[in-house]
């Protein structure tokens, strides 16, 4: 207790010539939300230092909020080695790659007509019912195009989507930026989005649809785990993404009689809290007591709207990483049918 004083909070100044990295290191010395996320940013930047695999998880429907390039920066940039996302922010982006759009809208509408108008709302946003099933059928065909008639595991789709996207040009976007860089996807739900909506439209043939091995899915992730120097996590929201993730640290330990080390680094932002008992407010102390999150791991919780706070953090990210090269690159080879990042 008798180092506190060495720590005093300092009023923030402004300076009109500070960038978005100054403003956010000044941040540190003030409190609350400010704080933590610019322990995130330090946080962040040390995995980026160290021989750390980094998963992120990113919920919701931040591509449809105009997220979906910040997160395919990510992945050109290797700020990050895994990617687990909802279904809905791989369609939505690959939606918007087509040359459809998102509209900026209002919540209070009257969603009856919208209903007759063929829009669909995601609070304050607004999409045509008509041109997403236009998407629906695209990504039907293009899928089924590849179907090699065996159970696919999540990431071995979307890297065969990946490519032929690429190979069409239609390159800005998160799964041929994933593409690109050889980095994994995974869609741990990818049944409950519209892709599985747009696969489900060849059902009634019998034996002649879609089977993901979503098994194959943990057992990767719990293998990139185990084979990595250690490991990151960085949440954006929860759901599944959030759990996905975490579980890899505990799936080998599980069947082989292991004590797991837990995730070395983790950051999260998210507006739930702790106290309803949901996964998405799930503290990392908590997390400890799984197995899940190292004891002695740098952590931190930005309680923030993630839109408000993720382009500060991985623009200030980009600036303090511009003339700085990533040593660490982790690779895994996974079998015959499967080879990661090499």
């Avoid at 180092?3 to 005093?8: C, E, G, I, L, Q």
């Avoid at 980095?183 to 439209?201: E, H, N, Q």
């Avoid at 998405?280 to 908590?286: A, I, L």
Wanted: with cysteine.
């Amino acid at each position: 207790m008798e180092n506190y004083k060495n720590n005093p909070v300092k009023p923030f100044i402004v300076n009109p010539d500070d960038s978005v990295a100054d403003v956010l290191k000044k941040m540190g010395n003030c409190s609350f939300q400010g704080r933590n996320l610019s322990q995130a940013l330090d946080i962040w930047d040390r995995m980026l230092d160290d021989n750390c695999t980094i998963f992120f998880g990113l919920s919701g429907a931040m591509s449809a909020a105009g997220m979906r390039l910040l997160t395919a920066c990510l992945i050109d940039n290797r700020f990050i080695d895994c990617l687990v996302s909802t279904g809905a922010n791989i369609f939505h982006d690959i939606h918007e790659t087509r040359g459809f759009h998102h509209w900026k809208w209002h919540p209070d509408s009257d969603d009856s007509k919208l209903k007759e108008l063929h829009l669909d709302r995601i609070y304050d946003t607004l999409l045509s019912e008509d041109e997403f099933r236009l998407t629906d059928s695209w990504l039907e065909k293009l899928a089924y195009s590849f179907n090699p008639k065996r159970p696919l595991t999540t990431r071995e789709f979307l890297y065969m989507l990946g490519e032929k996207m690429n190979n069409q040009g239609l390159t800005d976007c998160i799964i041929a930026a994933a593409y690109r860089q050889n980095i994994p996807i995974y869609v741990p739900a990818i049944a409950d989005s519209s892709i599985g909506i747009a696969l489900a439209a060849k059902r009634y043939e019998p034996d002649d649809y879609f089977k993901f091995d979503v098994i194959g899915d943990v057992y990767e992730t719990s293998y990139i785990t185990e084979n990595s120097i250690k490991t990151g996590v960085i949440y954006i929201g929860g759901g599944a993404p959030k759990n996905f993730i975490q579980q890899s640290e505990v799936v080998y330990s599980a069947g082989h009689d292991y004590e797991n080390d837990g995730h070395a680094y983790a950051i999260q932002i998210t507006t739930d809290a702790p106290h309803w008992g949901g996964l998405s407010g799930c503290t990392f102390s908590e997390a400890k007591s799984w197995g899940k999150i190292a004891g002695e791991a740098n952590t931190v919780s930005v309680f923030s709207d993630a839109t408000i706070s993720l382009p500060i953090l991985v623009t200030a990210l980009a600036a303090r990483r511009k003339n700085k090269k990533r040593e660490y690159i982790p690779q895994f080879e996974m079998g015959t049918r499967i080879k990661l990042l090499s």
